[in-house]
């Protein structure tokens, strides 16, 4: 499979920045896809159709190019927690999850439509928060660092202040499982002129190191 075009379904910027350390070009464009859960939905299924929903909402478009599409969301107690709508409902989310821990999941999806390629992964990681106190949860809040992010923080912003520990892959919970998007490029025939151990490694991105 010979692929000349990358496309990354997706406006994050923290997505583009991850992506951009492997070293290839790609181009970014938003996709179209519904956030509402389905049904029974678990989480996990959630974020695995979501994903790929980005991805097709772009690949119709571009048949022959190479399509990532990528979804996080937080579980807690079964429930979801996606992005809060404002500052109000990001304090409620965050009282929820302070001094617990919770799950990040996140969605990948990778697709070519002239390739008749699609393939889906979810990457789970578990995270502690520390049991910080109303005023550390009121300066953070006053950032606004929490909005426009699943479960109201950032891993990789101010919010890593509000966490304990986490289990599993740092970069899915900023919000794309970088090692396995490296392998799933490389099966499709992308070279990678950076490899994905080498930055996982050296950790180039904010706040990784202290993840370890």
């Not at 794309?176 to 080498?198: F, Y």
Request: glycine share 8%.
């Amino acid at each position: 499979m010979t692929v000349s075009h990358i496309i990354l379904a997706s406006t994050s910027p923290r997505r583009k920045e991850l992506l951009a350390l492997l070293g290839i070009p790609f181009e970014n464009i938003a996709p179209i896809s519904s956030e509402v859960p389905l049904g029974q939905e678990s989480p996990v299924d959630h974020v695995r159709r979501l994903a790929l929903e980005k991805a097709r909402s772009i690949a119709h478009q571009y048949p022959t190019s190479l399509v990532i599409g990528s979804d996080t969301v937080i579980e807690i107690d079964g429930d979801i927690l996606g992005k809060p709508t404002d500052l109000q409902e990001a304090r409620a989310m965050l009282s929820r999850l302070r001094g617990r821990s919770h799950e990040v999941h996140t969605g990948l999806a990778l697709g070519c439509e002239s390739h008749n390629l699609e393939k889906t992964r979810v990457e789970s990681v578990k995270v502690w928060m520390t049991d910080f106190p109303d005023t550390v949860l009121e300066m953070y809040l006053k950032t606004q660092d929490s909005l426009g992010k699943a479960g109201a923080y950032s891993i990789q912003g101010e919010g890593a202040y509000l966490i304990e520990k986490i289990e599993g892959d740092y970069p899915s919970v900023v919000g794309l499982p970088l090692l396995q998007t490296a392998k799933m490029l490389e099966q499709a025939g992308v070279n990678l002129p950076v490899k994905a151990k080498d930055i996982y490694r050296t950790k180039p991105y904010a706040n990784w190191k202290n993840f370890s």
